[in-house]
């Protein structure tokens, strides 16, 4: 049995459809970087891929590829994000399926199923990033030139982003296990892309009954310490 690289358009056309994964995986900052200060306007940043071959040859990609007979599709989402991000995320899970007929409609027909994702720092440490250049982390809010309909994945993920963050403190998947509500709020902006009021965000996050106060508050500040707050799921 020949491989699919050796049938025409006409003949790849008549074949069912492929099945691949793509994941959108959010970090408050670059990993490869120096950590930058959280604000509305701040962005999110997301692993992308280079691609090195047609079609979109040299465009970057979500980190992804078609599914194997052996795994499941959250199996393959995790190993194609590792293998880009060089850290497994804190949370995965699967956002949307990408199957219109114009993504691939002069070849075989291609049908992706979209996870999104998050890290939080300690989700790297000890671990090795990979040096590769045609793999970087790129913030939200300049994003390259896009193949295939990645970009319209990435909205999707940020739309789920912020949907969660309306219903719940997501936040603390992009936290260290303690922290004080001016850095809960900050990630709350940095995810909404807007200034929220800290007395209000207080009294909301406290009445969430979410959260509790850890005992111990910061150390080495000028002002009156701050308190540190957990989440109560994350402790159980």
Do not use: C
Not at 174 to 186: A, G, H, V
Not at 214 to 226: I, L, N, Q, Y
Request: charged fraction near 20%; aromatic fraction near 10%.
């Amino acid at each position: 049995m020949f491989g699919l690289q050796r049938l025409n358009v006409a003949e790849r056309q008549r074949l069912g459809p492929m099945v691949a994964v793509s994941t959108v995986a959010f970090a408050l900052h670059n990993p490869t970087g120096t950590p930058t200060e959280l604000h509305a306007d701040a962005g999110l940043w997301i692993p992308l891929v280079r691609r090195v071959r047609d079609p979109f040859y040299g465009a970057w990609a979500l980190p992804g590829g078609p599914t194997q007979w052996n795994q499941t599709l959250g199996e393959t989402a995790r190993e194609t994000l590792v293998a880009a991000s060089g850290a497994t995320p804190n949370y995965l899970e699967q956002l949307y399926a990408f199957g219109s007929v114009e993504r691939s409609a002069d070849a075989q027909r291609m049908v992706t199923i979209a996870y999104w994702a998050q890290f939080r720092p300690q989700d790297f440490a000890g671990t090795e990033l990979p040096d590769d250049p045609n793999i970087a982390w790129w913030n939200t809010r300049e994003l390259p030139e896009l193949a295939f309909d990645h970009a319209e994945i990435i909205r999707a993920g940020i739309t789920r982003l912020q949907k969660r963050a309306e219903q719940t403190l997501i936040a603390h998947r992009f936290l260290d296990e303690s922290f004080t509500l001016t850095q809960l709020r900050r990630v709350h902006e940095a995810i909404g892309g807007k200034g929220l009021d800290p007395a209000n965000f207080r009294r909301q996050a406290l009445a969430s009954g979410e959260l509790e106060a850890t005992g111990t508050t910061e150390a080495g500040t000028k002002h009156r310490p701050a308190k540190y707050y957990r989440f109560i799921s994350e402790k159980e």
